[in-house]
Structures are given as C-alpha cells and as structure tokens.
Nanobody, 126 residues
Framework: VPLQASGGGLVQAGGSLRLSCSYTGSAKSINHMGWYRQAPGKQRELVAKITSDGSTTYADSVKGRFTVSRGFATAYLQMNSLKPEDTAVYFC???????????????????????WGKGTQVTVSS
C-alpha cells in the first residue's frame, strides 16, 4: 500500500487532531494529496486536498477549522475546533502525474494513479 496514514482517535468537541499521510513513492510524482471522509449512512466526501503547486481546496463545512499542508511526500490535516459532525472515517488520497521530472531533469512518463489509504476513525464527542 503506497499510502501510510496515521493520526485520528477520540477527542472532545472543540479539541484538535492531526492526520498524517505518507506516500512511499517519489514525491515529485505527486499531483495532489488530501483526505475524504465517510460518516455512517453517508457518502464519502472531500474534506481537503492540496495540489503539487500548493493550491488547496476545502469542504465548506471545514473552512477556517481544518488546514491541509504538505512536505515532500507527506501530507497533514490539522483539524481544530472539532465538532461532533466531523465524526467519520477519514481516508487519505493521493494522485500521481503522468509526467514528472527527476532531480536531474530527466522526464519520467507513467500512468497516472489514484491511491487510497486505509481509513482512520475520527470520533468527536459532545
């Protein structure tokens, strides 16, 4: 599994948690990384993602509370002011590029891939 996720757990409302997700392939091949979540009885939804150029996207429900960032091949989701409605299984996601360049400038052509990590439970108690 090329994605290794960590973090999550149980926290009281208003508390904070941080999720981490590491891609075991080349950091230069990453097009985007982020998290989705799925609550019981609901569809999986985008929480936040960050692209290779640093652009970020957030669900309206988490704007101002969650922050996604990335360093090399690891992405982080800092979750503050957690609410009970944030309770869900969180899934790390990463997409790779079809073309990227090594440190030496050599082009690498590969099939773009979309990876999912194992879900991690986040539970926010009221």
């Amino acid at each position: 599994v090329p994605l290794q996720a960590s973090g999550g757990g149980l926290v009281q409302a208003g508390g904070s948690l941080r999720l981490s997700c590491s891609y075991t392939g080349s950091a230069k091949s990453i097009n985007h990384m982020g998290w989705y979540r799925q609550a019981p009885g609901k569809q999986r939804e985008l929480v936040a993602k960050i692209t290779s150029d640093g652009s970020t996207t957030y669900a309206d429900s988490v704007k101002g509370r969650f922050t996604v960032s990335r360093g090399f091949a690891t992405a982080y989701l800092q979750m503050n002011s957690l609410k009970p409605e944030d309770t869900a299984v969180y899934f790390c996601n990463a997409g790779t590029k079809g073309l990227y360049y090594t440190d030496d400038g050599a082009p690498v052509v590969s099939r773009p891939m979309d990876y999912w990590g194992k879900g991690t439970q986040v539970t926010v108690s009221s």
